[in-house]
């Protein structure tokens, strides 16, 4: 039996830095790398992965979809808007391989994903999944009413059976200010099943001091198992009846961090798909980031991609 995914958010153009002078161009967008993965991880873990977001008409939109149906990824749930385009992002890494990011968004296409009859399209097709995936990205480009019609539509395909998973990904400059951030953040994880933090912007946004700070307050909020990355380091997982750290292999001299995370997310929600324990799939989470680190920009060449039996071990 298949499984259908969804996954909610944004994908930019990324302007990715050779020399002070000369960029690659790529797609990336954090729910559309962790759609790529889960795609290419999907014949191996029964998964059917679908992108939804919106698009301009102009050729760069093209070339995303396309690059989208390339992957296995459906697009049916993609909204064409004329004359707009797709949102611009530039990366700069240093010397260990940690990236700084630089936006040019506020126009972008996929802030308007909701609206109109396509809007309500998708929304409509929401409780027609079996798991949706979605981040604090994702609700940082809406603005309120829209933003709202999408959590009482992941609530509803929530009540219909779907499972929901939710990565925080705090952005400070997404967000008018940190106190919205939190109540958004706190509504969103009120209805996660699965959350997947990064410790270091739970640290900036809530304060928490540790890992276990971060995992406690999300179990405290309803959610049944969250998992919190914490960079090189070992990542926490806690469920209703366990509190453990998966261990990953350490990797020396990463070479674009971009992307780590999303790629931690699909390995482990596609293990967790296919029936793998917290525990396995966490592993899976680190086999798969670790290889992503060795290469630049945020989706690897499916040449560089390991196997889904390396993957899932």
């Known amino acids: 039996m298949t499984v259908r995914v969804a996954s909610i958010g944004e994908c930019m153009m990324e302007l990715r830095h050779r020399s002070p002078t000369d960029l690659d161009l790529a797609f990336g967008g954090d729910t559309l790398n962790t759609a790529a993965y889960l795609a290419r991880l999907g014949s191996a873990a029964g998964l059917s992965v679908d992108y939804v977001t919106a698009l301009g008409d102009d050729p760069y939109s093209d070339a995303m979809l396309a690059m989208w149906q390339g992957e296995g990824i459906g697009t049916a749930l993609v909204q064409r808007l004329p004359g707009r385009v797709p949102g611009l992002y530039a990366i700069r890494t240093d010397a ?46 809406l603005t309120e009413k829209p933003r709202h019609a999408l959590l009482d539509g992941l609530a509803a395909a929530k009540s219909g059976g779907a499972k929901l998973a939710f990565d925080p990904n ?133 040449a560089a991609m390991p196997s889904a039996e390396t993957v899932f071990g």
């Open 96 to 141: 260990k391989g940690e990236r700084s990011f630089y936006y040019w968004r506020s126009a972008a296409a996929a802030r308007d994903m909701l609206d109109g009859a396509h809007g309500k399209k998708i929304l409509d097709a929401l409780p027609g999944y079996d798991w949706i995936y979605f981040s604090g990205i994702t609700l940082s480009i």
């Open 170 to 302: 705090f952005r400070p400059r997404g967000w008018p200010d940190r106190a919205e951030a939190k109540r958004v953040f706190t509504e969103a994880l009120k209805l996660a099943d699965v959350a997947l933090p990064s410790f270091a912007d739970e640290k900036a946004l809530f304060g928490d001091p540790d890992r276990e700070a971060t995992a406690l307050r999300l179990r405290d909020l309803g959610v049944h198992e969250v998992v919190v990355k914490d960079a090189e380091n070992p990542c926490l997982v806690v469920t209703p009846t366990d509190e453990f750290e998966v261990i990953g292999r350490p990797v020396e001299t990463p070479i674009d961090t971009t992307g780590a995370g999303d790629s931690f997310n699909a390995a482990y929600l596609a293990a967790r798909i296919k029936g793998a324990s917290p525990a396995e799939a966490a592993a899976a989470g680190h086999v798969l980031a670790e290889e992503v680190i060795l290469h630049p920009g945020a989706v690897i060449p499916k």
